[in-house]
């Protein structure tokens, strides 16, 4: 799998894969990453990348030219690439598209700033368009790697642990159950009894329980 972050702050994505779990899947090379700045691809003669709204409104949005001509190039290299736009106006992103896309070849993620990106580049390059969440960020890089973060994870070998993919919550309608480390008393709040006593078929049934409980508190809707 490859990764493309276009975006003008590099900065803000790169460096959450200075550390842990992706740190060292990248290094393994179970997945590579890169990144376009649209401000290479601009012909504008003061080197802008945004421009006022037609019509006029608050806000700058970025101008369909550097993105055209970044994209297009990509697409011209490698037709097969998903090109993936977060915007808040989008579908919302859940786990079954996070484990549809890790089957890919290579994702772009186009990160906006300002108050968006221009309707034609969306329009004539999208694969798929994501909101992740109801509120409104300050532009797509955080998106991009919260998507990603979902995604490669699904990736063999990237978790080091392939159970840990089996019960989480939303592969199934349920919401995971809740986990304990030891010790069983901590400040004399107690976890759960049936983990302690090796009965799986027991802790499987508590797990359940705990599950739709969960589920029926924190996200009623999927009941
Ligand atoms: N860009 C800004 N806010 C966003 C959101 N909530 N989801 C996806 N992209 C965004």
Do not use: C, W
């Amino acid at each position: 799998m490859k990764i493309t972050y276009v975006t003008l702050f590099k900065n803000l994505i790169d460096y959450y894969f200075h550390d842990s779990i992706l740190k060292i899947a990248k290094e393994k090379e179970l997945f590579e990453i890169d990144y376009k700045n649209p401000r290479d691809y601009t012909t504008d003669k003061h080197n802008r990348v945004d421009d006022y709204k037609q019509g006029g409104g608050a806000g700058m949005v970025m101008t369909p030219q550097p993105l055209f001509d970044l994209l297009g190039e990509i697409k011209e290299k490698n037709p097969q690439a998903k090109i993936i736009f977060p915007v808040p106006a989008g579908k919302p992103f859940r786990q079954n598209d996070s484990v549809r896309l890790a089957k890919q070849e290579h994702l772009v993620f186009v990160s906006g700033r300002y108050e968006g990106i221009d309707e034609r580049v969306i329009e004539t390059y999208a694969d798929e368009v994501f909101s992740i969440g109801d509120y409104v960020l300050t532009g797509g890089e955080l998106p991009s790697l919260v998507m990603s973060d979902a995604i490669l994870r699904n990736i063999e070998g990237v978790l080091g642990n392939n159970e840990s993919l089996e019960e989480e919550s939303f592969n199934t309608d349920l919401l995971e159950a809740p986990s304990f480390a030891k010790p069983y008393d901590f400040r004399s709040i107690l976890s759960v009894s049936e983990n302690l006593k090796g009965n799986h078929a027991n802790i499987r049934s508590q797990n359940l329980k705990m599950a739709q409980l969960k589920t029926k508190y924190f996200r009623p809707d999927l009941v």
